[in-house]
């Protein structure tokens, strides 16, 4: 399946998607110990990216300095953010100086809702969401590190998954739903991933028949994505150097690549 129709996404290999479904079965079939740094809050599709990303069981969970990084291999650092980028700021600013750092954040492109009864634990049929996550969503993240992202020891790895997303019944609506805690998020496939290595990388977000200059309006367009996620993608890419604004048109900014 293409999650993405840009050229920055790459396919999946058959093997590939073998071996996170044997992980994937694996740490979701057993009942994992939850002790030591870095465990005791993970949740599970944490624990399925940073063993299929990890080349060695041994590289898990390594002192490095004052922190301890998800995967080091004594050279790279790999970091399984699943939540807020707000988390990351400290470790970056302590690694970034000396390794290279790349950040593994999942999109969930297929994504089935299941509740859950806090009080019996019963839990509903899955129902496929009409949301498909996308990597420009995750822009909204990369803001809240903007200071760090021209550094070229820091990459990006954005896995597209097949998930299930389990959510508590403890909302403040009548059907419990609106305000609810998500409880849980299992992994079911690996679909393909986009990986950013640097501003070429990031320029490959821009559909190419786009024409030029273009307004966050018709880039969203182009993407099918609204207009203040577009407007967020345009202002990083602008930030660094990948694209430039042109004269205004109208009340919008109007913007072109950078040569």
């Known amino acids: 399946m293409k999650a993405v129709t840009f050229s920055a996404s790459a396919e999946i290999t058959s093997a590939d998607a073998e071996r996170f479904c044997e992980i994937k079965n694996r740490i979701v079939g057993s009942c994992r110990e939850r002790s ?6 993970e949740k599970t599709i944490h624990a399925v990216l940073k063993a299929y990303y990890a080349p060695d069981e041994s590289m898990v969970e390594i002192p490095v300095g004052r922190y301890v990084a998800d995967i080091y291999t004594g050279c790279e650092i790999t970091e399984i ?10 470790k970056l600013e302590a690694f970034l ?12 492109r297929i994504k089935y809702l299941i509740w859950m009864d806090t009080e019996t634990g019963e839990c509903s049929k899955p129902r496929k969401s009409t949301v498909k996550g996308s990597v420009y969503r995750a822009f909204y993240e990369l ?3 903007k200071n760090h992202l021209s550094n070229p020891n820091l990459h990006f790895c954005f896995p597209y998954l097949e998930l299930e997303e389990y959510r508590l019944l403890n909302g403040w609506s ?3 739903k609106k305000g ?80």
């Open 36 to 41: 030591g740094i870095g465990t005791l809050q």
């Open 81 to 90: 953010q699943t939540v807020h980028f707000d988390n990351l700021r400290k």
């Open 97 to 108: 100086p000396d390794y290279p750092l790349t950040v593994v954040y999942p999109i969930p």
């Open 143 to 145: 803001y809240k590190i």
């Open 174 to 176: 009548r059907d419990k």
């Open 180 to 259: 609810s805690r998500r409880y849980d998020r299992i992994p079911k496939a690996l679909l393909s991933e986009v990986r950013i290595e640097g501003p070429d990388d990031y320029a490959k977000l821009i559909p190419p028949d786009l024409p030029e200059p273009f307004t966050a309006a018709e880039f969203g367009k182009a993407v099918g994505e609204r207009k203040d996620t577009a407007a967020m993608v345009l202002h990083i890419l602008n930030y660094l150097k990948v694209i430039e604004r042109c004269e205004n048109r109208g009340r919008a900014y109007s913007y072109q690549k950078c040569k």
